[in-house]
């Protein structure tokens, strides 16, 4: 079965930097377009970055511009998560997520059908 399986998060002060891992396992990781999402308590879940199944497009939300990135290490099956410049409102649950279907079109963390990880928790404050 397809797994995956965030690690990295933690409590972090304002302005500070966090890199958070994305593990994949039960398939061939490098076929598959990759994301980043997050969801604060009471709040929707809001998309992050994505990345696609040969690393070479990436996209990341407007929220988080010019302070995340992204990238994939396929010899690893592992996609990262670099925030830098943290603030407050950036504490969430972090969740990493892979498209169902193999090779897909990028479209930037906008496909619909993906599988989750179980989260990890990003805490911002001073």
């Known amino acids: 079965q397809v797994q995956l399986v965030e690690s990295g998060g933690g409590l972090v002060r304002p302005g500070g930097s966090l890199r958070l891992s994305c593990a994949s396992s039960?398939?061939?990781?490098?076929?598959?377009?990759m994301a980043w999402f997050r969801q604060a308590p009471g709040k929707e879940r809001e998309f992050v970055a994505a990345i696609s199944w040969n690393g070479e497009t990436t996209r990341i939300g407007d929220s988080v511009k010019g302070r995340f990135s992204i990238s994939r290490d396929n010899s690893r099956n592992t996609v990262d998560l670099q925030m830098d410049n943290l603030k407050p409102e950036d504490t969430a649950i972090y969740y990493c997520?892979?498209?169902?279907?193999?090779?897909?079109?990028?479209?930037?963390?906008?496909?619909?059908?993906?599988?989750w990880g179980q989260g990890t928790q990003v805490t911002v404050s001073s």
């Open positions: 039960g398939r061939t990781f490098s076929n598959y377009n």
């Open positions: 997520a892979q498209d169902i279907m193999t090779r897909q079109p990028f479209l930037g963390g906008r496909s619909e059908n993906r599988f």
